[in-house]
């Protein structure tokens, strides 16, 4: 139900009046669930945003938010092989541009250790002594310093899925989303991932079985984030 509730999302941004979109399919979600549970109070969904006795969403508040930047999130982009290390600096460096969303860009890497993925867009890189993770930021071309993402790579030794659940201290944000290096998300994708988590702050949100959500991905949208 969340993967629709996130398509429904995606498709009805662009509108002006976006906070009425967002607000009826939050809605939706909320009275479906309850017809599923009998129970709203335990839904986990943010008391900021509803009123759990009728679903009904505080429109002023949410409106007031959408306003201000959403709450910013983490990525964690998990990628092995070098012969796609093009496609990873692709999507590393467009999330450069949505520094109003996304806080850090955590790679992790599973492929071999000679053969290390590169961002050009990454500027200032640190490492520590091992060798086994580098940081840096990614430059968006904005005048000030906040206005950039933080990237950190790290270098696995061994090629697992469970490593991208290994560096919980490493992320900045109570909002994480997990991808691998062929899942493209625009910045509309994500201003809404952002927007919905606040909603449902204890839920996984997921998408439906699409791979590339950049499609909206233009000059004019990016200057909004």
């Not at 943010?46 to 409106?63: A, G, K, P």
């Not at 982009?77 to 467009?94: I, Q, T």
Request: include cysteine; glycine fraction near 4%.
């Amino acid at each position: 139900m969340l993967g629709i509730a996130f398509f429904l999302l995606t498709r009805f941004v662009l509108k002006s009046s976006y906070a009425l979109y967002l607000r009826d399919t939050l809605r939706d979600y909320c009275e479906c669930r309850k017809m599923e549970t009998g129970n709203n109070h335990a839904l986990m969904l943010s008391t900021e945003i509803y009123d759990l006795e009728t679903c009904d969403v505080y429109e002023d508040r949410l409106v007031s938010r959408a306003q201000n930047a959403p709450p910013q999130l983490s990525i964690v982009v998990m990628a092995y092989l070098p012969s796609m290390s093009w496609r990873l600096e692709r999507l590393v460096c467009g999330y450069a541009k949505t520094y109003k969303v996304v806080r850090k860009v955590l790679v992790i890497w599973n492929g071999p250790q000679d053969q290390l993925p590169n961002a050009s867009c990454a500027v200032e890189w640190w490492s520590d002594r091992r060798g086994k993770s580098f940081g840096a930021y990614l430059e968006s071309g904005r005048k000030y310093a906040h206005q950039r993402v933080e990237f950190e790579l790290i270098v696995e030794e061994k090629n697992t899925l469970l490593n991208r659940y290994r560096h919980a201290r490493r992320i900045p944000t109570k909002t994480v989303i997990l991808q691998d290096d062929d899942v493209i998300h625009g910045p509309l994708a994500l201003r809404t991932f952002a927007w919905t988590a606040l909603a449902l702050p204890k839920q996984i949100l997921g998408t439906p079985p699409e791979r590339d959500y950049s499609s909206e991905t233009t000059q004019e949208n990016t200057d909004k984030f």
